[in-house]
């Protein structure tokens, strides 16, 4: 399914797990979101919300700390 098939809250909720997923990684040193597939989906998600004009915090991912 395409992103522009689902709600706003939907996006928003998959953006926000993923954003959490990588605050997460970044304070236990672990490596969830390390996988290009996750950076990807999450700026496609990112790029869906800026042009629905949903608000949102920026991810940090682990290797930017």
Request: proline residues 5%; hydrophobic residues 30%.
């Amino acid at each position: 399914m395409s992103l522009e098939q689902i709600s706003d809250e939907s996006v928003v909720r998959y953006y926000e797990s993923i954003r959490q997923q990588a605050e997460a990684d970044r304070k236990h040193k672990s490596q969830f979101t390390a996988s290009p597939s996750v950076r990807e989906r999450a700026e496609k998600l990112r790029q869906e919300m800026i042009k629905r004009r949903l608000q949102h915090s920026p991810i940090i991912w682990p290797s930017q700390v």
